[in-house]
């Protein structure tokens, strides 16, 4: 199948190429060796990594950023797509924290290499990448911390400027080359509208050196989205393509505070305690994902 990207897409600030779904926007930009970025904010861009673990199955091509591998991002573990992932959970959140098997050979590689960050240094990696800033800093990867180890991204410690008593380590921003998200509608121009709770979403949208692919609810028309600028997260100049992708979310909830006349929807919990039964076993877990 010959990728779209080897097609003429629309150069950034000339307007989004708009696929006709997931599959299609992954292929339009996405190629072995691309680090992608899935945001998190309250609605996790699933149909996107759905899409991702789709396309790329058994390339094992990918570095895949995101703060938490669990629930659907099971699949991309079992598809085989990632080489690499950027976190600081692998495991299962409901119906209680807890580890998974399919990570139990994580040490060695399998089924994926892991690079493990505290929630607050890898958030404020995306923010000095956001920001221009030619490092992050941060109080919480000191020497004696074993996350530090085996990691390019940890500079150097040195003292803290006005406490010469404290220290403060240094660490390269964190740019993935795209970041998936997931809003609530966008306009044809690219502007996604999107409802708090936002986590690092936002900065991730700065932090992405060739900018966001975005799924949404529905795209809708201009006037739609003027007539609600302060809900506008992620604006068109940041956008390389859009897609439509209704349940894009699924299985966490959309809150869309009734936005554009978009209904939104809550936790699939009965579909999320399906994931965790399903990967009890190797066979029940190939079985949900090629389901």
């Not at 302060?230 to 869309?256: K, M, N």
Request: proline fraction near 8%; charge should be negative; hydrophobic fraction near 40%.
């Amino acid at each position: 199948m010959t990728l779209l990207a080897e097609r003429t897409l629309p150069r950034p600030g000339t307007g989004p190429f708009i696929a006709s779904g997931p599959d299609e926007l992954i292929r339009a930009f996405v190629v072995p060796g691309t680090h992608v970025h899935a945001a998190a904010t309250m609605s996790r861009p699933n149909a996107l990594i759905n899409a991702v673990a789709r396309v790329f199955a058994g390339t094992r091509s990918l570095t895949l950023s995101t703060t938490a591998v669990h629930s659907n991002a099971h699949a991309l573990a079992l598809s085989g797509a990632v080489r690499k992932v950027i976190t600081g959970f692998l495991g299962d959140t409901y119906p209680a924290p807890r580890p998974n098997r399919l990570y139990r050979d994580v040490a060695s590689g399998q089924p994926f290499e892991v690079e493990l960050w505290s929630l607050l240094s890898y958030t404020q990696r995306l923010m000095a990448a956001a920001l221009g800033q030619p490092y992050a800093t941060t109080g919480s990867m000191l020497a004696e911390t074993d996350l530090r180890d085996g990691k390019d991204g940890v500079l150097h410690t040195v003292p803290h400027p006005e406490d010469p008593g404290r220290q403060v380590t240094l660490m390269s921003p964190l740019r993935p080359d795209f970041t998936l998200f997931h809003g609530v509608c966008a306009d044809r121009h690219g502007n996604v509208v999107a409802c708090p709770p936002l986590g690092e979403g936002a900065w991730s949208a700065y932090a992405a050196r060739d900018g966001v692919l975005a799924s949404v609810e529905a795209i809708v028309d201009d006037e739609v989205v003027a007539g609600m600028p302060d809900r506008v997260v992620i604006p068109a100049a940041r956008v390389r393509g859009l897609c439509e992708a209704p349940l894009g979310a699924h299985p966490q909830s959309l809150r869309t505070s009734g936005l554009a006349g978009i209904p939104g929807y809550l936790d699939d919990y009965s579909f999320l305690t399906d994931i965790v039964r399903a990967c009890k076993t190797a066979d029940t877990a190939q079985e949900w994902y090629e389901t």
